[in-house]
């Protein structure tokens, strides 16, 4: 039985790279990325408030524990074993109506929302609990699905129960969720599964993080898009479409120079794949988070160039792209061993010029981020002109040797 179980694991033969299945899989989350931008456009349009913002944003996080889970279960385990495949098939599924319940996820779909969220992070792991049989490493699903369904008592009560209490419910639920992917999901007296110490394909792990970067950005495209050819083409609308575009193009060339490029070789030769890969996805999950609302940002400055800029649509059309380098400077830092100044130096201002920038129309506030964005990509271009690609550097590829108390 455990010889059986073993065979569902990566071998040293097999491939290293994302699979055609996973890429199906990521159009599900373009999908899920767009109802996160329609439920935060739709909160501002109704007067944004900061808890209308945590709740879309536990909707999203509770999206990116679906999509991160999966990508460690692709990584560790063999993609071409059945079971595996149809995992990944009924968590598209899964997303899938999660996305079409989310813009109404803390209302009336509450429920659905749930419903689908639970049987994805609490039916995968029992599935390949089951088809692990007797094999050392069955410990580490049956850990998640422990956690998920201890979280799952909060989101079905948050769910079920009164409207007014299912704020907090959730965020206590999300809290576990993401705490017990960060602890190890620690069992009394056996002690932590991190999944910094799992044997994993690093090279894939690193495509699997630049796709869902890719996935991301796409989506701010699909956004603005969608947004401009239903505004008739007004010269106007069609500046502010302008520059909405090359400010997705500096966000993908400041991603890729350098750390970007290299994040699959680091990966890759690394000694603890699972420990970096654990802190890029912190990172990436900060990354991608900004470049959402990097879109939601666009379409409220193509459908209004210039007006009055309100001020909650600085927390997307500056918040997103500051948010985005505070990311980026530390993926530089994943890589390489060091700060980037002049990453740290632009998120400084940008947000210092926020309040000027209230002053000013939307299109004006844009147009600042996008010469902000434009200076750190030309700045990166020219210091790196005539200079070899250097190699990664990475702090973060050695093993911890007090993480690793389970049979990885």
């Known amino acids: 039985m455990a010889q059986r179980g073993g065979a569902l694991l990566r ?3 097999g491939t290293t790279r994302a699979t055609f299945l996973e890429l199906f899989l990521d159009l599900a989350f373009v999908f ?5 931008s329609v439920r935060y456009i739709d909160e501002v349009e109704h007067g944004l408030t900061v808890l209308d913002f945590l709740e879309t944003l536990i909707l999203f996080l509770a999206l990116w524990h679906v999509w991160t889970l999966l990508t460690w279960v692709t990584s560790r385990y063999d993609p071409d074993a059945l079971t595996i495949q149809f995992v990944v098939v009924a968590t598209m599924f899964g997303g899938l109506v999660m996305a079409v319940t989310l813009p109404r996820g803390f209302e009336e779909r509450a429920l659905a929302f749930v419903v689908a969220y639970l049987v994805t992070v609490i039916g995968r792991p029992l599935l390949i609990a089951a088809m692990l049989g007797r094999h050392p490493r069955r410990t580490v699903p049956w850990r998640l699905a422990a956690w998920a369904a201890v979280a799952g008592v909060f989101w079905l009560a948050g769910a079920l129960g009164p409207t007014d209490l299912r704020f907090g419910l959730w965020a206590l639920a999300i809290t576990i969720d993401l705490a017990g992917y960060l602890l190890g999901w620690p069992v009394p007296g056996l002690g932590r599964a991190p999944v910094s110490a799992w044997r994993i394909a690093g090279e894939h792990m690193a495509e699997r993080y630049q ?7 796409g989506e701010t495209i699909l956004v603005s898009g969608i947004t401009y050819s239903g505004e008739g083409f ?3 609308a069609a500046a502010a479409f302008t520059v909405a575009f090359l400010t997705t193009a500096l966000l993908w060339r400041i991603y890729f120079h350098r750390a970007g490029h ?3 070789e680091a990966l890759r030769m690394a000694r603890s794949p699972g420990r970096l890969g654990a802190s890029a996805s912190t990172t990436h999950l900060v990354m991608v988070l900004g470049v959402l609302l990097t879109g939601v940002g666009y379409e409220l400055v193509i459908v209004k160039p210039f007006d009055r800029v309100e001020p909650a649509w600085l927390i997307f059309v500056v918040g997103g792209p500051v948010l985005f380098l505070l990311g980026r400077t530390r993926f530089e830092y994943e890589i390489f061993a060091r700060v980037s100044r002049r990453r740290v130096l632009m998120m400084l201002v940008l947000v210092g010029s926020a309040p000027l920038l209230l002053l000013g129309t939307p299109m004006l ?6 010469g902000g964005l434009a200076v750190v990509a030309v700045v990166d271009g020219l210091r790196a002109r005539d200079q070899p690609m250097e ?8 093993p911890d040797p007090g993480e690793a108390n389970f049979p990885t």
């Open 11 to 13: 071998g040293g033969n």
């Open 32 to 36: 899920a990325l767009t109802r996160v």
């Open 211 to 217: 796709q869902i970067f890719l996935i991301a950005l």
């Open 234 to 236: 007004g010269w106007l």
């Open 262 to 264: 290299l994040l699959v």
């Open 365 to 370: 506030a844009l147009s600042v981020v996008a």
């Open 391 to 398: 190699p990664s550097a990475s702090p973060l590829d050695r």
